[in-house]
């Protein structure tokens, strides 16, 4: 086809991306710049909500909800025919990866790519691709093709964690001082289950495992880095910034889950990167018992073609027998965003992800008896556990009764309109504090980490050793712990937090939108599950 020929483009729903602060365009990108996008097609077939608490095979699902041949044959010969070339396909992730010069993908998909770097950064700062406005897609694949992401490379997720000098923690805990606190299920430690994390930079050096676990007198754990997109495992970089993300990640996961297999995915920090190491992570053989991720951003800092795609994911990963936990964030009911309103952070906010809020721990470190635990919240600026509610997200089912708060409304992946409330953030928490933090090694340091960062491994461990107690994986776990609860009422397998708020809203009886259902009573989460 004659380069210069118009193309037959049909809008791409849900891809309208607005201007985004912080960024400033540096004029176009060379038209041979080499640029990489993720293709998500529709399903097959609807994914009823039953299959979310079963466990269909990779297999099962790729064959009843994944994307159907002819669809991937359309989308890959249609994209071929335009100078696209075909990286990947996958039918049962419903994703196909697609590469060429700036100049053929910008044309395909309708956009102009320009150069971008942070507005603060010198001449020297590493620059991005970025774009606004929304996209479009070949007229023959209109309804089969649903999101097209990475294409804009900007930086989509920050982690969630607070880092605090070991002398400056007023109390600090081990992981397994935390599995005391938090009665971890005795006779278990995660062995013959998979625990995959989700790291969007920074890496970790086996050798500081290895003194971080002699030091705790545990075996180190198996720890595998699997590379996604071109990412890889490169510690070094910096002990405060994603080193120590996933130091945290896989020190906290490994010491409450010593006999679990840990697979940390390394994937470019970008939506389709963040939604590319999901989706492997969860179609993995063995299949994972748990998926931690500790990165997000506000809702309404994401596209909705790439909310959705994610949740998507998501539903796949609850299928399988996944339980995704993911940290609820560190900035309050604002979720750092500028406006002053109260925002809940994303993945996190998504029904098919166990979100994970904060408190403040004071306890006995040898005993494991709790003085106090409350929400956590430092004040403006020093971090406070995220939660709210959702004007994305509908209120899911097993939400109905326990009181969330009435949100802003919004719609719901299918457009439609959600009404007076939406998903409370978060379902359940543990301590993020960094004033009462988690002792770690990061780099060769020794450091007091917080943050809800910590949280999402925390229990991503513990549902790997109940899963290990159950013979089963979960899937979509809230169903078991919602259990029909009611406003003001304590969910089994939980020890409510009363006291404190994140912002607007404030903790009291039962579920609320600082600390969920609470933190665990693992013993009692096992008979509850």
């Not at 809203?505 to 009573?521: K, S």
Request: aromatic fraction near 6%; charged fraction near 15%.
């Amino acid at each position: 086809m004659d380069a210069e020929e118009p193309l037959n483009l049909v809008p791409l729903p849900g891809s309208d991306r607005p201007e985004r602060a912080g960024f400033q365009a540096h004029g176009a990108l060379p038209p041979d710049t080499p640029v990489q996008a993720t293709l998500i097609l529709r399903r097959r077939a609807p994914l009823p909500d039953d299959a979310l608490t079963g466990q269909l095979t990779p297999q099962e699902l790729g064959e009843r909800y994944g994307a159907s041949p002819e669809d991937v044959q359309l989308v890959t010969s249609t994209l071929k025919s335009l100078g696209v070339t075909i990286d990947e396909e996958n039918a049962a992730e419903r994703r196909v990866r697609v590469s060429g010069p700036v100049s053929v993908l910008a044309r395909v998909f309708g956009t102009d790519l320009a150069e971008a770097r942070p507005a603060d950064a010198g001449a020297d700062a590493p620059s991005f691709r970025q774009r606004t406005g929304g996209l479009s897609i070949p007229a023959e694949l209109d309804g089969v093709v649903t999101a097209v992401l990475g294409l804009d490379d900007r930086p989509q997720a920050r982690a969630h964690f607070r880092l605090t000098p070991a002398a400056a923690a007023a109390t600090s805990y081990t992981p397994p001082q935390l599995g005391k606190v938090y009665d971890f299920p005795a006779g278990t430690d995660g062995s013959g289950q998979t625990i995959a994390i989700i790291e969007l930079g920074g890496g970790y050096v086996q050798a500081d495992l290895d003194t971080y676990f002699a030091g705790l007198g545990i075996p180190t754990p198996s720890v595998t880095a699997v590379g996604v997109d071109g990412a890889a495992n490169v510690p070094g970089q910096d002990p405060n910034g994603a080193d120590g993300e996933v130091m945290l990640d896989i020190e906290v996961a490994g010491a409450l889950a010593p006999g679990a297999s840990l697979l940390v995915y390394f994937a470019p920090n970008t939506d389709a990167g963040f939604l590319d190491a999901v989706s492997t992570a969860a179609h993995a053989t063995p299949t994972p018992a748990a998926i931690s991720i500790s990165w997000g951003q506000s809702e309404d800092q994401w596209t909705a073609q790439a909310r959705n795609a994610f949740d998507q994911a998501l539903q796949d990963a609850a299928a399988l027998g996944v339980t995704t936990t993911v940290a609820a964030g560190d900035d309050g009911s604002t979720d750092r965003a500028s406006d002053g309103k109260a925002h809940v952070d994303f993945p996190a906010s998504s029904p098919h992800a166990l979100a994970c809020g904060g408190t403040r721990l004071e306890a006995n470190t040898s005993t494991g008896v709790v003085q106090s635990e409350t929400v956590w919240n430092n004040g403006a600026g020093n971090g406070a556990t995220g939660g709210g509610v959702s004007d994305v997200f509908a209120l899911p089912t097993w939400q109905q009764n326990v009181g969330v708060p009435s949100g802003p409304g919004g719609t719901d992946a299918g457009g439609a309109a959600n009404g007076p409330g939406g998903r409370g953030v978060p379902d359940v928490s543990a301590v993020a504090d960094p004033q009462t933090g988690y002792q770690v090694r990061v780099d060769g340091k020794d450091l007091v980490i917080g943050g809800t960062s910590a949280v999402a491994p925390l229990w991503a461990a513990l549902i790997a050793r109940l899963a290990q107690s159950a013979g089963s994986r979960f899937g979509l776990v809230q169903p078991k712990l919602y259990d029909s609860i009611r406003a003001g009422q304590v969910a089994a397998g939980f020890r409510d937090i009363t006291s404190g708020n994140n912002g607007v809203y404030a903790a009291g009886a039962g579920w609320d939108a600082c600390t969920g259902l609470g933190v665990p009573d693992g013993t009692k989460l096992q008979s509850v599950l």
